[in-house]
């Protein structure tokens, strides 16, 4: 069954660094989807882009947070200057149809 | 605002044991999806349920949706260790997911 891949699967940073997690959707699919789960708790919708632009954001996406689909394949989450509170898992999420896959998540660590 | 809650919260149940995990939304929404997860892996998708009345069934796990008494349940028959994970009910609020606290089930001899 197609994949959506997420590397790296752990990344370390120090407070104020910028990180980019990246993404390869499942190739046909149209609806991209970045969201979050800090440990222990539920998973929090961050992003949503269609047609090569945002269509919905969550409060916590704020100016700190941007995304990017550079190419036909990739799919970005930047983080310009991170936080203590950033230190979460990111997954990446894809569909075409009503089923959403979601990807291996990127664990992120913030010193 | 939307808001999902499920409960249990923390389910430990003998194998051979039967149970149901409800998942309850405040607003109309036209999905709900229930997904696996093993610790610190990915969110694994096991229904998707469109239409009030919906029922699904894999294996020992069976998902239905009431969308008039915006409830759904996750039915587990005669469980076995492999079923240990944490479960989590998601509804749709415009195109995102609204996630449940999740259950956390865990399975024992």
């Known amino acids: 069954e197609p994949e959506v891949t997420q590397t790296p699967s752990h990344q370390v940073t120090q407070m104020g660094q910028e990180v980019i997690l990246r993404c390869v959707p499942i190739?046909?699919?149209?609806?991209f989807y970045w969201y979050r789960q800090i440990l222990g708790q539920k998973v929090e919708f961050l992003v949503s882009f269609y047609n090569n632009e945002i269509s919905e954001k969550s409060e916590i996406f704020d100016d700190q947070f941007s995304v990017e689909r550079p190419d036909g394949s990739n799919f970005t989450l930047k983080i310009r200057s991170t936080k203590l509170e950033d230190s979460a898992m990111y997954f990446c999420?894809?569909?075409?149809?009503?089923?959403?896959?979601f990807g291996s998540g990127t664990q992120l660590s913030v010193l | 605002e939307l808001k999902v809650e499920q409960n249990p919260l923390f389910l430990s149940m003998q194998e051979g044991k039967n149970y149901t995990i409800y998942c309850n939304y405040s607003t109309t929404s036209d999905r709900l999806y229930w997904y696996r997860q093993d610790p610190g892996k990915s969110l694994e998708s096991l229904f998707v349920?469109?239409?009030?009345?919906a029922v699904k069934q894999e294996g020992r796990l069976m998902a239905s949706l009431d969308t008039k008494a915006r409830l759904s349940t996750l039915h587990i028959t005669a469980a076995v260790h492999d079923l240990s994970a944490t479960y989590f009910c998601a509804v749709t609020n415009t195109d995102k997911l609204i996630f449940g606290t999740g259950t956390r089930l865990q399975v024992f001899p």
């Open positions: 190739s046909n699919h149209l609806y």
């Open positions: 999420a894809s569909r075409r149809t009503e089923k959403l896959f």
């Open positions: 349920l469109l239409s009030n009345g």
